[in-house]
């Protein structure tokens, strides 16, 4: 089995980061990912990553690509990480696929989106229930929807399909808004907009497709009838596979300033670590630190 220097999971923007810096370090890596862009092919509109006033995350994932292929960046897409550990000073890695070895590792395998968990949320997945706005929205052109969640995300969202649906029904658990006041302002002022808080969704339903969800305030139960339901309430990390690593509380892996997780010579960057804030540009930087770390690494342990 060929050993590389460093394999990379995770094609998102901590995983692009680090593989770019390992190819300017001149390291034999390879990237293993389910997707490139992660995260931040589903975000809408961007205007908090240094050097773009505005780009969209679709285009940023786009420029993220494009990085990757000035420099000729192997990468094993779709290929999904099972296990992860030390046998000896090397790593190894398990996919649905094959088997890899390597002098290290870095995981960056980000977050998935959390389920709603409330009957029909499976049945209609794909069906008029849906967890990307940027990625489905376009579908639900001129159809009544309903977002699901009050942070940042979901605001995100909403804004989005506000655009291009006669009316946006937002769904919040909490008694108000949690997201970055700028979005909240943004939101409020939408007419086509309304805000449902203190609420829950208790069951979506439909015949083929999505018709209406049940909602519940108080004790009390509407019924809203519409097309199209964004689930839009956190995160889950991708770290069900690194088992064998000390993770916190919500299972993200937990890492040092340097990166380094309980394994030496594995490495953990973005959003699947506990790292406080998750951000793209946050995510950039710890897969920079990262590779970072594992070239030292290399070097200390003189391969």
């Known amino acids: 089995m060929k050993v590389y ?35 931040a092919a589903w975000s809408g509109d961007i205007e908090n990553y240094t050097g773009y006033q505005f780009i969209t995350g679709p285009d940023l994932a786009l420029k993220f690509q494009e990085h990757m292929d000035v420099f000729g960046i192997a990468v094993k897409n779709p290929e999904r990480a099972v296990d992860v550990y030390k046998e000896g000073d090397l790593v190894k890695i398990k996919t649905d ?56 995300s979901a605001l995100d969202a909403v804004i989005a399909l506000a655009r291009i649906c006669p009316k946006v029904h937002v769904v919040n658990m909490t008694e108000s808004l949690t997201a970055d006041a700028v979005m909240v302002e943004a939101v409020t002022v939408l007419p086509n907009v309304v805000v449902h808080n203190d609420t829950r969704v208790k069951a979506i339903y439909g015949e083929a497709f999505v018709s209406g969800v049940v909602l519940k305030k108080n004790g009390k139960e509407e019924d809203i009838k519409v097309e ?46 506990n790292v406080a804030e998750k951000q793209i540009i946050i995510a950039c930087g710890e897969g920079a630190k990262a590779c970072l770390a594992a070239a030292s690494y290399l070097v200390r342990k003189k391969w």
Do not use: M, W
């Not at 995770?10 to 997707?35: E, N, Q, S």
């Not at 590792?105 to 229930?129: C, D, H």
């Open 5 to 39: 220097d460093l394999i990379i999971l995770g094609g998102g923007p901590a995983g692009i980061t680090a593989a770019i810096y390992a190819a300017r370090k001149k390291l034999d890596f390879l990237v293993i990912t389910l997707d490139v862009g992660g995260q």
């Open 97 to 152: 696929l094959g088997e890899y070895c390597a002098k290290s590792a870095i995981i960056a395998t980000g977050k998935r989106p959390r389920p709603l968990s409330v009957p029909g949320e499976s049945e209609f997945k794909n069906k008029g229930v849906t967890y990307c706005a940027i990625c489905d929205g376009p579908i639900y052109k001129s159809k009544d929807v309903l977002v699901v969640g009050g942070g940042n």
């Open 228 to 273: 199209g339901v964004f689930i839009e309430i956190g995160l889950i990390p991708n770290s069900n596979f690194a088992s064998r690593l000390k993770a916190n509380e919500h299972n993200e892996i937990i890492v040092d300033c340097n990166n380094n997780t309980s394994l030496s010579g594995i490495f953990a960057a973005g959003d699947v670590t």
